[in-house]
Nanobody
Framework: QVQLVESGGGLVQSGGSLGLSCVAS????????MGWYRQAPGKERELVAS???????YYTDSVKGRFTISRGNAKNTVYVQMNSLKPEDTAVYYC?????????WGQGTQVTVSS
């Protein structure tokens, strides 16, 4: 059974920083990418950042230059460093792991940015 466990969410003031971590456990074959999605109240879940098994990264426009995604030495870990946070970054952040067959999701961690 594959499990993704996120950590690092919380409350921060506008302009502050937070780092999120995600560790995947279980038997996982053929990881193609890991990433972070977020969902704000009343909005659809959106892809924030992702990194492929080859190290290619993607960022949604609103976080470019502020967020940095990286993989751990163990390929089942992914981090996102979030700087210059804005109130509009407030959301539940979900870790995602994609294989050639399916997607796995974490339980989500709340990030709240106060103005």
């Amino acid at each position: 059974q594959v499990q993704l466990v996120e950590s690092g969410g919380g409350l921060v003031q506008s302009g502050g920083s937070l780092g999120l971590s995600c560790v995947a456990s279980g038997t996982i074959f053929s990881i193609t990418a890991m990433g972070w999605y977020r969902q704000a109240p009343g909005k659809e879940r959106e892809l924030v950042a992702s990194i492929t098994s080859g190290g290619n990264t993607y960022y949604t426009d609103s976080v470019k230059g502020r967020f940095t995604i990286s993989r751990g030495n163990a390929k089942n870990t992914v981090y996102v460093q979030m700087n210059s946070l804005k109130p509009e970054d407030t959301a539940v952040y979900y870790c995602n792991l994609r294989t050639i067959e399916t997607n796995y999701w974490g339980q989500g961690t709340q990030v709240t940015v106060s103005s």
